[in-house]
């Protein structure tokens, strides 16, 4: 099967960095992806990382490391809008198996 | 608009009743996935269809099934509703069967009372 652990909150201020966790346990995947949801509304795509190493997209990076069952987001020059949930997210390799998710990390950005 | 449609945005209904959540994929997409997301929940993966057919199976009960029509809009039903059932089901498409980015819908908010 598959387990995903993120830490459960994260707080920053404004303008800063920020790196959210996200460590796997997992037979075999795809690759791994990342999702923000803002309270109430919809989770959409963020990243993916299908090879180990870092992919940029503008303010955010993710990261993934098979050897050590790790990935992370980093999120720069924090604003107030990127307070939200953040879920990793895993495809696995065995079978046809639709995206399992972390449990999310809610992130605070404070002025 | 993500392009990804479901009706109602909100339901409430009480314990024992059925009802059913409608989900219209974004256009040209062909994989429709069900997700129940609890209150401070993760996503837990329902199951998905990829034009018409039944692709993967993940946690569901066996009072809730779902189909895909010819026209790929989706239906989730839900009998002898619980109060635990209450959570945001949401739906998301995808172009193939096999992708990493979906395309969630703005979900259903099932109040079980």
């Known amino acids: 099967g598959q387990s995903l652990e993120q830490p459960s909150e994260v707080t920053a201020v404004e303008g800063a960095i920020v790196q959210i966790n996200c460590t796997y346990q997992?037979?075999?995947?795809?690759?791994l992806s990342w999702y923000q949801q803002h309270d109430g509304g919809a989770p959409t795509f963020l990243s993916y990382?299908?090879?180990?190493g870092l992919e940029e997209t503008g303010r955010f990076s993710s990261f993934l490391s098979r050897s050590d069952s790790y990935g992370y987001l980093l999120l720069q020059e924090l604003q107030m809008k990127d307070s939200a949930s953040y879920f990793c997210a895993v495809r696995p390799d065995t079978g046809r198996r639709a995206l399992t998710f972390g449990s999310g990390t809610r992130l605070q950005v404070q002025p | 608009d993500s392009g990804v449609t479901q009706t109602p945005k909100h339901l409430i209904t009480a314990t024992g009743q059925r009802v059913t959540l409608r989900c219209s994929p974004r256009s040209g997409d062909l994989s429709v996935y069900w997700y129940q997301q609890s209150l401070d929940q993760g996503l837990q993966f329902l199951i998905q269809y990829y034009n018409g057919e039944e692709r993967a199976k993940g946690n569901i009960l066996e009072r809730f099934s779902a189909q895909q029509f010819p026209d790929l809009h989706s239906e989730l039903n839900l009998s002898s509703l619980e109060l635990g059932d209450s959570a945001l089901y949401f739906c998301?498409?995808?172009?193939?069967?096999?992708?990493?980015?979906?395309?969630f819908g703005s979900g259903t908010r099932l109040t079980v009372v």
């Open positions: 998301a498409s995808s172009v193939g069967q096999a992708d990493y980015g979906y395309t």
């Open positions: 990382n299908a090879l180990d």
């Open positions: 997992t037979s075999g995947f795809y690759g």
